[in-house]
């Protein structure tokens, strides 16, 4: 029988915060370099950005806060804590990496791939903190806990919503790229984050 594994300390929990939502930012950057949109609410932030103008960070960080109160009632003190860390990581990286690394041409195929990669693994490095990047995820996750439906069906369904809105608002090309990067992402969160399957797990 495996034990259960120890709680980390604080200053891992900060880590892993820091190195998830470098992972993502900079999978970010490489959608918004070939105008990839994505799922959850990074997807709908982003989608916002692109219609509207505005800064994407700014909007990334205002469209979760409605869900830090579902996040607090489902998940507890603590999870909404990081995940708001998170977000706010998030949302300051992603518009500090664009002064930092300019992209003058980048392969769509490649940004979708790599992008959905690297959002994946910073994904999993704040899972395994207990920790998220908030919005639908949070949301479903609240459904699942208060309605007994499955998360991983209610994130598909608003996930299908955001894509249909970027075919409509960008075309079908971006959609399509958009779910091959979230093949690449769930394949890293499918393969590495199976409970049981590793020593403290």
Known sequence: MTQPSPPHHLYEDVLAILIGSIHVAVGVLLFRSADIPMGGTVGVAYLAHYA?????????FLINLPFY??????MGRAFTIKTFAAVAS???????????????????????IVGGLLVGNGLLVLIRHRASLGGLGVLAVYLQETRGWRA??????????????????I???????????????????????????????
């Open 52 to 60: 509207s103008g505005l800064n994407f960070g700014t909007l990334f």
């Open 69 to 74: 109160v579902l996040a607090w009632r489902g």
């Open 90 to 112: 998030l949302s300051v990286l992603s518009e500090w990496l664009p002064t930092l690394i300019h992209l003058d041409h980048i392969n769509a195929v490649f940004a979708a």
């Open 152 to 169: 991983g069906t209610i994130q598909m369904l608003m996930d299908l919503v955001i894509l249909g809105a970027a075919a409509w608002i």
């Open 171 to 201: 075309g079908l090309q971006a959609a399509a790229l958009s779910v091959l990067a979230s093949g690449a992402l769930n394949m890293v969160i499918g393969v590495n984050h199976r409970r049981g399957r590793y020593l403290g797990c």
